[in-house]
């Protein structure tokens, strides 16, 4: 199982809006709305922000939303703030009945 | 609020078994609305999914393409832990070892709860 591919890293200033993309395949992004985005700082664990394409978990600031169209998945941050700068993985259920993760973003913000 | 709590060796020589315990408090492991994976992260795989066990009725099992033919994990109700066994390990086996949890209330297709990692190294 191939990982998803995510950009490597990504910027954007203090109030702007930024979105990570991660693409799959049919067999994958493209086949279910199992998507899930995780936040990692440095040496942390990391931490779930949206799951099943859209769905945010308590807690998580509304500022983080996330979308899906055919093999491709988004993650749009908006009001970019300075605590945002971390590490973002996507994740996505399998047709194996496994899980696969993209290659990671690095967010920073200018 | 569900915790893991991690322990086991961090270097493990090759050729050897690796082997994790993760202690669950907060819920059972043997839940019937909860499900325990295995995850890894390194620099050169990234985060990698290594398995999962879940109880609906009966014990469940599923694990990963590439370490299938080498991985166990097992659920340990008297302790309320889950644990993992990789066997034949070599270097490249060397990550962040990291235990967590799905369902409990919410999606069973996204990692809710993490342990806090161990890091192993595995020697030549």
């Known amino acids: 199982q191939s990982a998803l591919t995510q950009p490597a890293s990504v910027s954007g200033s203090p109030g702007q809006s930024i979105t990570i993309s991660c693409t799959g395949t049919?067999?994958?992004?493209?086949?279910?709305?199992?998507v899930s985005w995780y936040q990692q700082h440095p040496g942390k664990v990391p931490k779930v922000m949206i799951y099943?394409?859209?769905e945010r978990p308590s807690g998580v600031s509304n500022r983080f939303s996330g979308s899906k169209s055919g093999n491709m998945a988004s993650l749009t941050i908006s009001g970019l703030q300075a605590e945002d700068e971390a590490d973002y993985y996507c994740?996505?259920?399998?047709?194996?009945?496994?899980?696969?993760f993209g290659g990671g973003t690095k967010l920073t913000v200018l | 609020q569900v915790q893991l709590q991690q322990s086991g060796p961090g270097l493990v020589k090759s050729s050897q078994t690796l082997s994790l315990t993760c202690a669950i408090s907060?819920?059972?492991?043997?839940?019937?609305?909860?499900?325990w994976d295995w995850i890894r992260q390194s620099p050169s795989r990234g985060l990698e999914w290594l398995g999962r066990?879940?109880?609906?009725?009966?014990?469940?099992?599923n694990y990963g393409l590439s370490v299938r033919s080498r991985i166990t994990i097992n659920p340990d109700t008297s302790k309320n832990q889950v644990s993992l066994l990789l066997t034949s390990v070599t270097p490249e086996d060397s990550a962040v070892y990291y235990c967590?949890?799905?369902?409990?209330?919410?999606?069973?297709?996204?990692?809710?709860?993490w342990g806090q990692g161990t890091v192993v190294t595995v020697s030549s």
């Open positions: 066990t879940y109880y609906r009725s009966q014990w469940y099992h």
């Open positions: 049919s067999s994958d992004v493209g086949g279910y709305r199992y």
């Open positions: 907060g819920d059972f492991v043997s839940s019937n609305s909860g499900a």
């Open positions: 099943d394409v859209s």
């Open positions: 994740s996505s259920y399998t047709s194996s009945n496994t899980w696969v």
């Open positions: 967590a949890r799905s369902c409990g209330g919410s999606s069973c297709y996204a990692f809710h709860a």
